[in-house]
């Protein structure tokens, strides 16, 4: 059977380069799955949890928005960051989302409340995908 191939990549690093056996991912318009023969095609994501299924393994990755693409049985995720739920900080995504409730539950004059709001929703979704 043909695979499909998944490379998730940031700025930073190479998060993911994996043989799979689908994708599903949080595009802008709504989740979308990939199978091995999928049409070409250009996808912009929201901040959530993109997965993959493997054999009988599902696994669980936090994208912070960005582009998928998909041609020749690749999809290659482009995302400002992009982490594995089990390399998530939960801790740290405490905090982020601590901070951002902060600033926009009581925003000062020099308050950047889309940044805030953008800060939260990445925090609520590491959170999330570190849950699956
Ligand atoms: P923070 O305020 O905690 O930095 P952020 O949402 O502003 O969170 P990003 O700008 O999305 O952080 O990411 C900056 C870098 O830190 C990226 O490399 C990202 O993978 C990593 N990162 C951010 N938060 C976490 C986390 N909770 N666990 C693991 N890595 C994280």
């Not at 056996?21 to 912009?44: K, Q, T």
């Not at 493997?54 to 696994?59: C, E, H, N, P, Q």
Request: glycine share 8%; hydrophobic share 45%.
């Amino acid at each position: 059977m043909e695979g499909l191939r998944l490379d998730i990549v940031t700025p930073d690093k190479v998060v993911l380069q994996e043989e799979v056996d689908y994708v599903g991912a949080p595009g802008v318009s709504g989740e979308f799955g990939i199978l091995p023969g999928h049409a070409p095609m250009l996808s912009a994501l929201k901040v959530g949890a993109l997965f993959f299924r493997k054999g009988d393994r599902t696994v669980w990755t936090f994208v912070s928005g960005g582009f998928a693409q998909v041609s020749d049985n690749k999809v290659t995720v482009l995302a400002e960051s992009a982490e594995l739920a089990s390399d998530i900080d939960v801790e740290r995504a405490e905090q982020a989302k601590a901070r951002a409730e902060k600033r926009l539950s009581d925003p000062q004059p020099d308050t950047d409340v889309v940044r805030a709001s953008l800060a939260l929703a990445r925090a609520v979704a590491r959170i999330s995908a570190a849950r699956r």
